[in-house]
């Protein structure tokens, strides 16, 4: 079994796994629907080709929460002025149909995130992906780039998913007024159904976007690692 972290660092990011028209939400750490999306843009996966798509979803996911960042709301609207005309998705025209949302995202979150599997080629051919990636990456949102590379050095551990979360350095990136923390939050799927649901199981490609559940349980890891894990 062996492990491929992720460093999942911006000034913006956003998870969302029931948004609805005008609401945008996000949850509080990468979401595995999220991150698959990521990981089939470095890849170069066509979003319409189930087949290429389907054996990144039986990657198990697990999320440390080095810096959980805060919680903003962005107030968005588009053609709301009387003169306004607004080119609708079946391409016909409006005019005075503006458009009003409501954005949630995280504000200066760093997570490390890990993905397991038996299937070590797989993952070397993801880890390699991502240090040179076909299309652009983004946490969550296309405007919401990485401000750090998610390619880690030696970032493919022959470590189980806990283990190799556990014993990462700290990704923060180094600041006068922090510190590493004594404890860490780490969310793991769950394998006996314990935990909180979570709605972002992939089931079909994302043009067709059916999602299945799955469970996620955290828990408070000791850690009084010094040393930061400084970009590559």
């Known amino acids: 079994m062996a492990t491929l972290l992720l460093r999942l660092v911006g000034p913006m990011q956003s998870w969302g796994t029931t948004s609805r028209f005008g609401q945008r939400d996000t949850g509080k750490e990468p979401s595995k629907s999220g991150v698959i999306g990521l990981l089939a ?13 389907e054996p990144l979803t039986y990657l198990s996911m697990g999320v440390r ?49 890990g993905i397991e599997s038996e299937d070590r080629l797989l993952l070397k051919r993801i880890y390699n992906a991502l240090r040179d990636p076909v299309w652009p990456l983004a946490l969550g949102r296309k405007s919401y780039v990485p401000s750090e590379p998610v390619w880690i050095k030696d970032g493919l551990q022959e470590l189980s998913l806990y283990e190799a979360l556990k014993e990462w350095r700290w990704i923060s990136s ?9 404890k860490l939050l780490i969310s793991l799927e769950s394998e006996d159904g314990s935990g909180v649901l979570r709605m972002d199981q992939l089931l079909s490609s994302f043009a067709e976007r059916h999602f299945g559940s799955r469970f996620v349980r955290s828990e408070w890891v000791d850690f009084s690692q010094e040393v930061t894990d400084v970009s590559a």
Do not use: M
Not at 86 to 108: H, M, P
């Open 174 to 182: 180094p600041r006068k007024w922090e510190s590493p923390p004594e």
């Open 41 to 53: 843009a470095a890849l170069g996966f066509d979003r319409e080709e189930w087949t290429d798509l």
């Open 65 to 113: 929460h080095d810096r959980p960042g805060v919680l903003k709301k962005d107030y968005q609207t588009a053609g709301c002025a009387a003169t306004d005309t607004i080119i609708k998705a079946n391409g016909t025209q409006e005019k005075g149909g503006g458009v009003v949302s409501t954005r949630f995202y995280l504000a200066d979150a760093a997570f490390l995130v």
